[in-house]
């Protein structure tokens, strides 16, 4: 299996610019969860979708926010308008629970700046 | 809710010899534990897990950790760390009985590792 593909995997962009991140899981996973890194609040979920349906969304910083899994192969995470605060390491992370353990695996990353 | 510390921030090591990372966790009923390795610019990568019967897991690339629920603890070991074994550890906990499924990640511990 290739693993959870994120893309891309570097993105520059200016202040008040639409930034969007993808993701797709690896094949069978019905959990897909978003995470955020920074140097300040570390690893952070953002909110996760249980066959394509969005669970848990409280992490979601604010409005500018949003993220859609229109199939099971396919996430986006979307920021618009962007600011320098944005600017993180987001992750995109796929599970199964399998024999009653779960356990997650995670893509390479996306690391966003924001100027 | 549930929380992971890993009182360590840094720690440097020589090669050759042994190493111990700590983590404790805070959460009412039996967690799921594990440890991921986060090399410079890379994801998440997963060591090990722990979900229940022996309290000592070994994961990949000779690391092994021990679950002590006497002392809300999980630390990472590993008898002879080599030169590639320099990166960013993290201890999760996963709470799946709570409905939550996203994991609760520590702040990390760098290791560094002197030839």
């Known amino acids: 299996d290739a693993g959870v593909i994120q893309s891309p995997r570097h993105e520059v962009t200016e202040m008040g610019q639409e930034v969007t991140l993808r993701c797709k899981p690896i094949?069978?996973?019905?959990?897909l969860f978003w995470y955020r890194q920074t140097m300040m609040r570390g690893l952070e979920l953002l909110i996760y979708f249980n066959n394509n349906v969005p669970i848990d969304d409280s992490g979601m910083p604010e409005d500018r926010f949003s993220a859609k899994m229109p199939n099971a192969s396919f996430s986006t995470l979307k920021i618009q308008p962007s600011e320098p605060r944005d600017s993180a390491v987001y992750f995109c992370?796929?599970?199964?629970?399998?024999?009653?353990?779960?356990?997650?695996?995670f893509g390479p990353g996306t690391r966003l700046l924001v100027l | 809710a549930q929380s992971v510390t890993q009182p360590d921030i840094h720690i440097t090591v020589s090669e050759g010899a042994s190493l111990e990372l700590r983590c404790n966790y805070s959460?009412?009923?039996?967690?799921?534990l594990f440890w991921y390795v986060q090399s410079p610019g890379q994801g998440l990568q997963l060591l090990l897990k722990?979900?229940?019967?022996?309290?000592l897991v070994q994961g990949i690339k000779g690391f092994e950790a021990e679950f002590k629920r006497s002392q809300s603890s999980f630390n990472l070991r590993k008898p002879s760390v080599h030169w590639s074994d320099a990166a960013e550890y993290f201890c999760a906990v996963g709470a799946l009985d709570t409905g939550r499924r996203a994991l609760t990640f520590g702040s990390g511990t760098r290791l560094q590792v002197q030839p």
């Open positions: 722990y979900f229940s019967g022996d309290t």
């Open positions: 992370a796929s599970s199964s629970r399998d024999g009653g353990q779960e356990t997650q695996y």
């Open positions: 959460y009412g009923a039996t967690p799921y």
């Open positions: 094949s069978g996973h019905d959990y």
